[in-house]
């Protein structure tokens, strides 16, 4: 599914969907650095599972932000500017409302949207997530340089030793098929990005934390960190989990995510 926003093509996964369902709930995912709307796979087809409706309408979207995956564009340089993104793409979609999922740098996106908009923001899903999300300095210059070196670092990082290898995999799909540019600027979007906890503040809808225990680029203790300053907020802690936990732990993460959507 397309959409127009800014005079350009955003692609959202919408689980088969033909058009934007605006008089329903709508589930809207964002995805983290260097990743497209497909890291969250397992996760569409699960809250597409009776969606599309009979007319064809989408309630489940899952959107590549500016510059990944199908949607045009440049990738944005600061998480505010991404908020804004996401505020325009709910207009151009014709989106009152919508539940907000992201994980990691889309983590953040989410969280700058429900506090600038809170009247478009129902519920708020926030995985792999910190108050402060700082890139190790050699990372900032691998992704700069457009080195392989970059996407090696994150896989070993991202994923707990009970992983396995096929989520890596995956992950190291998605990554080397983002365009030139596209990994340093988000990551250099998460290193500057310093407002998680004056934004946290502002957020008025309630919101769920899922973290996973083995992450080492956004360890849980950021995350509860950040959960002390939102005003309804609740933390799930996977176990034996990295940072990639929509992969690792499909199920799981799935299971929180629809248990808490479905409460509001």
């Not at 589930?27 to 597409?48: E, K, N, S, T």
């Not at 360890?219 to 990639?244: D, F, Q, S």
């Amino acid at each position: 599914m397309r959409v127009c926003v800014d005079g350009r093509a955003v692609f959202a996964a919408a689980g088969g969907a033909r058009r934007f369902a605006a008089d329903r709930p709508v589930v809207l995912f964002l995805h983290g650095a260097g990743m497209d709307h497909a890291v969250w796979a397992a996760q569409i087809r699960a809250f597409a599972r009776g969606s599309p409706a009979p007319d064809g309408r989408a309630t489940v979207l899952a959107v590549d932000l500016p510059g990944h995956g199908r949607s045009e564009g440049a990738p944005l340089t600061s998480i505010a500017a991404m908020a804004d993104w996401v505020v325009r793409l709910l207009d151009a979609a014709g989106l009152r409302r919508a539940a907000l999922v992201g994980h990691s740098m889309g983590a953040l996106v989410a969280l700058a949207v429900a506090a600038a908009s809170p009247a478009r923001v129902g519920r708020l899903a926030l995985l792999g997530v910190a108050a402060r999300m700082p890139v190790h300095p050699g990372l900032l210059a691998a992704a700069r340089a457009d080195s392989l070196a970059a996407i090696e670092m994150i896989l070993s990082w991202a994923y707990a030793r009970a992983a396995g290898p096929r989520p890596a995999a995956a992950g190291r799909r998605l990554l080397e098929r983002a365009a030139p540019g596209v990994l340093a600027a988000d990551l250099a979007a998460c290193h500057a990005y310093a407002e998680a906890e004056a934004a946290a503040a502002h957020v008025a809808c309630p919101t769920l934390l899922i973290l996973g225990a083995e992450d080492r680029m956004t360890p849980p203790t950021g995350g509860r960190a950040l959960a002390e300053r939102l005003p309804a907020a609740e933390c799930v802690t996977l176990p034996a989990t990295g940072h990639m936990m929509m992969a690792e732990r499909p199920d799981a993460v799935t299971a929180a995510l629809q248990r808490f959507l479905s409460a509001g």
